[in-house]
């Protein structure tokens, strides 16, 4: 996409320090995703934002996860097999 304000960590996720407010992280394909939300909620808590992709059943594990400022919301992906995008945003 050639874009100049996106940099890709192609890394273990226990090998990122923490992110910077104007942060946004975006984690896909990522095997038993449920069991590591709290640690990219933790690498996340100073984000504006994170994106993760997953079901309905990761859904309920973010909300269990969530720091009070962060809200979620919840988008359906069009023509998928109930496969959701997780807007994850700081309150203000």
Request: charged share 25%; hydrophobic share 40%; proline share 4%.
């Amino acid at each position: 996409l050639r874009l100049d304000n996106v940099e890709i960590s192609n890394q273990r996720l226990e090998l990122l320090e923490s992110f910077l407010p104007e942060d946004c992280a975006v984690a896909r394909a990522v095997e038993q995703m449920e069991k590591i939300i709290p640690t990219i909620m933790k690498l996340g808590r100073k984000s504006s934002q994170v994106l993760l992709i997953g079901s309905e059943l990761l859904e309920r594990k973010i909300q269990s996860s969530l720091l009070p400022e962060f809200q979620i919301h919840a988008h359906r992906i069009p023509d998928s097999n109930h496969r959701y995008i997780f807007n994850i945003l700081r309150s203000t």
